[in-house]
């Protein structure tokens, strides 16, 4: 009986007023949300997003279509053809992805040689047809050498000379 | 010709009361997402107007615009029936709750209060208890297991937690010596006078059970989403869903509006005109009732039919026995 009673007092006397309390610390902390979509936070700096595809600081193309990635990569995404440009130099003339097969693991950007194929920051990638998931050579090729801020480190800037 | 001004008074007073309790639970559901998002530490509704304030309108033409559906195996005029039912007796209990000091319009004295029964706590325990028809009728109608469960436990739920409810109130009446509203308040003009202060045991027992007569949490096991789905109100939408949700939030300011009125002064209170007082108090009491929410675990069942009945009931009528004891020494 008495402790009866006294299981009822300790739980609702003490017990209860904690919790409240607890809650009620929260209410004057910052909320965590992030608003999404209207504003987007920064990723972590080695993030794997949509891969893009580098040019050197004269504005050549980096990638030689050497199908390295395309090896390299587990969900057989990437397709491309090689060609020949006017120096003599092989150059990815069709550079496809399938960001549907794509897994995002990064294996393209470890097999590289030639530093030229990165995973950026971008995440949005989503669309309304599934032909709009093969990324071709003008979606992922940068329009111009990213010198001020790139994503990842490149350690050799300057083409080869042959 | 008095008595047509007299009776369009009534219904102009019925009007606007409706109208504010409308209102209010729209705004309720607006504080609860918020509050509680902030309890949690999230943000609530904050895109649909300044501070997520053009929500509840939003919700509302979500709903009216949504496909009522009907189930085969439901009880159709039953199915019917049961929103209308729960809908009303939250309003009701406004009828008797006075919002103000008498204002004089040309020459006459208006009292601000819809009716001023003599009778208003019995008036105001009848309304709050034939809620409960109306879950009970949703969940047997609704030809759904989760929807028959929900609406036996709020029924016996109701029945357990009507006893300890009626009983709270009880040393009030015996301190006021008076079952009028309007009475009561012009007792508690001072905060000093507030009756929490003369009877707070009276007050806990009265806010634990109001939170479960309206099935709210800890106590919404009528509507236990891990449990029944959605309790009563799983087989509903569109309209009658939101009659529903309307009931529920009603039954809350009501209850609110009551424990405001009989504990806490009701619309007594320095500088501000009567109804705002009331209002602020009914906006406290639910922000306590989403502070509650936010905090505790939701019962199990046995532990509910436990409170009820053997810890709640024995304090009020301990409760009245004591207060008689010392109204008669006193």
């Not at chain 1, 897994?103 to 949005?124: D, R, S, T, V, Y």
């Amino acid at each position: 009986m008495w402790r009866y009673l006294w299981d009822i007092i300790k739980t609702t006397v003490v017990a209860l007023p904690i919790g409240l309390y607890t809650v009620l610390r929260y209410l004057f902390k910052k909320p965590v949300t992030r608003k999404y979509p209207y504003v987007k936070s920064e990723m972590a700096p080695r993030y794997r997003g949509l891969h893009y595809l580098e040019r050197y600081d004269d504005g050549a193309e980096r990638c030689v279509c050497c199908g390295l990635c395309a090896a390299a990569c587990p969900a057989d995404a990437i397709y491309m053809e090689p060609a020949e440009n006017e120096r003599g130099e092989r150059y990815a003339a069709v550079y496809e992805i399938n960001m549907i097969r794509c897994i995002f693991c990064g294996f393209c950007e470890e097999a590289c040689p030639e530093e030229a194929i990165f995973l950026g920051h971008e995440f949005e990638l989503a669309a309304d047809h599934r032909d709009k998931f093969i990324y071709t050579k003008e979606d992922l090729l940068v329009k111009h050498p990213r010198k001020d801020k790139p994503y990842k480190t490149i350690y050799r800037r300057v083409r080869r000379q042959n | 010709m008095a008595d047509l001004t007299y009776i369009i008074l009534i219904i102009l007073k019925v009007i606007v009361v409706f109208l504010a309790v409308l209102t209010g639970c729209a705004y309720a559901t607006w504080l609860e997402r918020k509050l509680l998002g902030h309890l949690q530490n999230r943000m609530g509704p904050t895109y649909v107007g300044p501070f997520g304030l053009f929500q509840p309108i939003a919700d509302g033409i979500k709903l009216i615009f949504k496909e009522d559906v009907v189930p085969t195996q439901a009880e159709k005029v039953f199915l019917t029936v049961a929103p209308m039912i729960a809908f009303i007796p939250g309003f009701l209990t406004f009828a008797v709750i006075p919002i103000g000091h008498p204002i004089n319009l040309f020459g006459h004295e208006i009292p601000l209060t819809v009716s001023d029964l003599n009778i208003g706590i019995l008036f105001i325990l009848a309304t709050t208890s034939l809620g409960v028809y109306g879950v009970a009728l949703a969940g047997w109608s609704s030809g759904s297991k989760y929807s028959l469960l929900g609406g036996v436990r709020s029924s016996a739920q109701m029945i357990s937690y009507e006893v300890a409810y009626g009983l709270s109130l009880v040393p009030i009446l015996m301190i006021a010596g008076t079952l009028s509203l309007n009475e009561m308040v012009a007792q508690q003009s001072t905060i000093l006078h507030w009756f929490v202060f003369r009877n707070p045991v009276a007050f806990v027992i009265y806010w634990i059970c109001a939170v479960a007569e309206t099935n709210r949490a800890p106590f919404d096991l009528p509507e236990a989403e891990s449990e029944l789905v959605a309790g009563y109100h799983t087989e509903y939408s569109s309209l009658r869903f939101s009659m529903f949700m309307i009931g529920e939030y009603a039954n809350m300011l009501s209850v609110s509006a009551v424990a405001a009125t009989v504990f806490c002064g009701g619309w007594n209170g320095p500088f501000w005109p009567g109804p705002l007082w009331l209002i602020a108090k009914v906006i406290v009491f639910m922000m306590i009732y989403i502070w509650i929410r936010a905090t505790f675990p939701r019962l199990r069942y046995d532990q509910l039919m436990d409170l009820g009945w053997k810890v709640l009931f024995p304090l009020a009528l301990a409760n009245v026995i004591v207060t008689g004891i010392i109204l008669y020494l006193v």
